[in-house]
């Protein structure tokens, strides 16, 4: 069965602080890997989009991994600031071009 | 103009009425989707409309009803909804064809169904 699981459920940390989010798949076959952040009641908005042979993406402070052979991706976030409190969701697309396969998300809250 | 805007932002209906939802980019693309999401959970995928053609319907109830009038453009006409429909709606477009294509997302729309 295609999933996405992500890990931690939510998480905590003080600002400028960093943290890494974690994602397992279990999709087959494997089109391309992305990370949204999403704010409560807003859409998604990408950070990035990962191919097979694509191994580490950064988007400012954002750094994304994918290592297709253990199929895990992280997120890295770097000095984190409040504005970065949000949801962050791992998307993996299979074979079809439509449709993704969503993880839970990881809540993440920056306190001062 | 990476800009995919929603309307309303927010609507309440009770369940006899009709009402619709519009979707707009400027972007070129001809993909055009529609999702809905409850708290704390992903999106899940209603309809997929690919060069203004419905391509995807995911089993969605007859009272939830797509439109594509034009590529820019796409609606969710909504009629005899229940309470359990309330939730974020969400538009979303991107390029066709093969290819890591971003999905740009609008901001939504919140029904709530009285």
């Known amino acids: 069965k295609n999933q996405v699981e992500q890990s931690p459920q939510s998480l905590i940390i003080l600002e400028g602080k960093n943290c890494t989010l974690q994602?397992?798949?279990?999709?087959?076959?494997?089109?391309?890997l992305r990370w949204y952040k999403q704010d409560t009641g807003r859409g998604p908005v990408s950070l990035t989009i990962?191919?097979?042979s694509e191994n580490t993406k950064s988007n400012g402070r954002y750094t994304a991994t994918l290592d297709a052979d253990t199929k895990q991706s992280s997120l890295h976030i770097t000095a984190s600031q409040l504005s970065d409190s949000a949801s962050y969701i791992c998307?993996?697309?299979?074979?079809?071009?439509?449709?993704?396969?969503w993880g839970a998300g990881t809540k993440l809250i920056i306190k001062p | 103009d990476t800009e995919v805007t929603q309307t309303p932002k927010h609507l309440v209906m009770g369940m006899t009425n009709k009402k619709s939802l519009k979707c707009e980019q400027h972007?070129?693309?001809?993909?055009m989707y529609w999702y809905k999401q409850k708290a704390k959970k992903p999106p899940e995928l209603m309809f997929v409309?690919?060069?203004?053609?419905?391509?995807i319907n995911e089993s969605v109830p007859s009272r939830f009803s797509p439109e594509c009038p034009n590529s820019s453009l796409l609606n969710l006409h909504l009629h005899a909804l229940q309470p359990e429909d309330s939730a974020l709606y969400l538009c979303?477009?991107?390029?066709?064809?093969?290819?890591?294509?971003?999905?740009?997302f609008g901001p939504g729309t919140r029904l709530t169904v009285t």
């Open positions: 994602c397992n798949y279990t999709v087959s076959p494997f089109s391309n």
């Open positions: 972007m070129g693309h001809r993909a």
């Open positions: 409309y690919s060069y203004e053609k419905l391509s």
């Open positions: 979303a477009s991107s390029q066709e064809g093969q290819g890591p294509w971003e999905q740009y």
């Open positions: 990962m191919t097979f």
């Open positions: 998307v993996v697309r299979g074979a079809s071009n439509y449709q993704l396969i």
